[in-house]
């Protein structure tokens, strides 16, 4: 057994949805568990449809459970909802993570995940941010500048 584990929202569930459980059935999840958002999702918007009919079409495409994660991570920055999203399907012991990105070259991921993580990153944002920027456009400036407009674009 080999438990698959996808962090959502599926606001609104769409074919693009469909096919990442399909693949990760694909690639060799026996089992797999969507850690979604309930009603209200990322930054606090109200969902398009109810997380029951969104559970509903998950289900039906081939998730085998769909947890709900708490409000308080679901309406969280990126950072706090996927680490309520990421503690609730640990607490549930995935055996791997499956999950869509812009790009497939890893090292431009791997830079991107650096770049959030950086010291010097964390310090040009509170800059950005003081001079107006929101936090979203001061962390697309400040990685841009350390690591690169690549990278930069992942995010």
Known sequence: MKVGGIVCEYNPFHNGHAYH????RQNGATHIVCAMSGNFVQRGDCAIAD??????????CGADLVVEIPTPWACSSAENFSRGAI?????????????????DDISLLKAA?????ST??????KSY???G???PVSLQKAVCGVFGK????VL
């Open 129 to 131: 941010s003081a001079s």
């Open 120 to 125: 010097e990153i964390g310090s040009l944002v």
């Open 133 to 135: 920027f929101t936090y």
């Open 113 to 117: 995940a650096k770049a959030v993580d």
């Open 21 to 24: 459980i399909e693949k990760t």
């Open 87 to 103: 503690g609730l399907l640990s607490a549930l012991n995935i055996d791997m993570l499956s999950f869509g990105c812009e790009t």
């Open 150 to 153: 690549e990278a930069a674009a």
């Open 51 to 60: 997380k029951w009919s969104r559970a509903k079409a998950a289900v039906s």
